[in-house]
């Protein structure tokens, strides 16, 4: 944050999506911490109003390039530039983020083409502080090859994505494409600028999702996770500015601008790329749900339907948690995980014991708690305390916020 001031400053963009609306909640959330001046375009004028949005924040909306500009006394050197003496350029000079939520199709696809053709779209080229965007359209949309190619641009410019989710659209489909609730986006700015630096050097290595264990070419083991609760940790630790890597089992989610993804299909791949990279990490943390087992041997063809049941044999897989613990350093640190359908104190206190982990994070599975839930309820164990620590039910964003809180200290 710029030196001197007392709240970080936003530029917040509202484009032309049906969730442009949607910018009026996030203002007032914005605003608990942050300063907010609003740059909305033509089209999300037709979705929001401009006086709405002016109420909201409590300063002018800017709409255009030239709106508000003092006129250039004859003869000023540069005088001839319009930006030179326009204000919202000024701001633009001192912000501490851009955010552009909604971020429109058309939108990603000015910002990865990098065109100036209008006020919201000149300032991300001329703005040095971060760009944030937080998308939302229909799925077909963001699915659209062009769209997918555009958000693809971006990622690789380092340019983060809040969302969007999966979820009821404003047509009626379901599907990917919805707009992040607005209290998630302000969570996100809002670690962004208290956490930024905190954890400034820490190497942080993160496992999400499942793993997929092949019967033949077509079939696999697996189970239910989506990668939620590890992608919110990932994205946890980069809100403080460590430097993540993500080992990920097959997810649907677009990954937080970590510094490495490594996708992996079954256990022993994720075991070789955990163990790869333990060496250089100080902290862990084991989200992803390790098939236990695997077929002992995946048939090379699909196997054919036969009268009668089919038997597989099945061999355990190694515990990565538990192999990682052995080679442990005393600078490092390890965070696990226990899903548990019964008696979840009980079972995840004798997994501690077996796995002792600097942090183990207890979770009821089962009944579409925890598993590809946007919510979790956690039970944490810890040395420094007699008792767990029950971290009631919340996003997985916050409960990834307050467990990275509980390792502050460590
Ligand atoms: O991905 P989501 O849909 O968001 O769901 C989140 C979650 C439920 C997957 C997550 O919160 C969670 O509980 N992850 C751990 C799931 C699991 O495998 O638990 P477990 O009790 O079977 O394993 C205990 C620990 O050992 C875990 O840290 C696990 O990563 C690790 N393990 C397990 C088996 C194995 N072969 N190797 C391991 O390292």
């Not at 949005?53 to 000023?76: D, H, M, N, Q, Y």
């Not at 930006?83 to 955010?99: G, N, R, T, Y």
């Not at 601008?257 to 299909?265: E, L, Q």
Request: include cysteine; hydrophobic fraction near 45%; glycine fraction near 8%.
């Amino acid at each position: 944050m710029t030196s001197g001031r007392l709240k970080p400053r936003v530029l917040l963009g509202v484009s032309g999506s049906v969730a442009a609306y949607k910018a009026v909640e996030l203002i007032r959330l914005l605003r608990k911490f942050c300063e907010v001046r609003v740059v909305l375009t033509r089209a999300g004028s037709r979705l929001v109003s401009e006086k709405v949005l002016r109420e909201a924040s409590g300063f002018p909306v800017w709409t255009s390039l030239f709106k508000g500009s003092t006129p250039i006394p004859p003869g000023t050197p540069g005088g001839s530039h319009p930006l030179a003496v326009v204000p919202h350029i000024e701001f633009a000079k001192s912000a501490d983020m851009v955010l552009i939520a909604p971020a429109s199709a058309d939108l990603l696809a000015k910002l990865a083409l990098g065109l100036a053709n209008d006020l919201l779209s000149t300032l991300c080229l001329y703005a040095t502080c971060p760009l944030w965007l937080a998308p939302a359209m229909n799925t077909k949309m963001w699915n659209h090859p062009a769209v997918v190619q555009n958000v693809r641009t971006l990622r690789q410019r380092g340019v983060p994505f809040l969302g969007p989710e999966n979820g009821h659209l404003a047509c009626g489909e379901v599907g990917e494409g919805r707009f992040a609730e607005p209290s998630e986006i302000a969570l996100q700015v809002e670690s962004h600028f208290r956490l930024f630096g905190k954890w400034k050097g820490r190497r942080v290595l993160v496992t999400a999702g499942p793993t997929q264990e092949s019967i033949d070419p077509v079939r696999v083991l697996t189970n239910h996770s989506s990668g939620k609760m590890g992608f919110a940790l990932a994205q946890a630790a980069l809100n403080r500015g460590a430097e993540v890597t993500l080992v990920t089992g097959p997810v649907k989610l677009a990954p937080p601008n970590v510094a490495r993804v490594i996708g992996v299909k079954t256990a022993l791949e994720m075991r070789r790329e955990v163990l790869k990279a333990f060496p250089k990490t100080d902290l862990l943390i084991m989200a992803a749900a390790v098939a236990d087992y695997r077929v002992r041997r995946a048939s090379r063809t699909k196997i054919k339907k036969a009268r009668g049941g089919l038997s597989l044999r099945l061999v355990r897989n190694p515990d990565i948690l538990a192999e990682v613990l052995r080679r442990k350093k005393p600078f490092q640190r390890v965070v696990g995980f226990a899903a548990e359908t019964d008696h979840l104190e009980k079972n995840a206190r004798e997994k501690w014991g077996r796995k002792p982990c600097d942090l183990l994070v207890a979770n009821r599975v089962g009944g579409g708690r925890a598993f590809d839930n946007d919510q979790n309820e956690l039970l944490v164990f810890s040395p420094n305390s007699p008792r767990p620590v029950r971290l009631a039910k919340d996003s997985k964003s916050r409960l990834a916020e307050k467990l990275l809180g509980m390792l502050d200290e460590f």
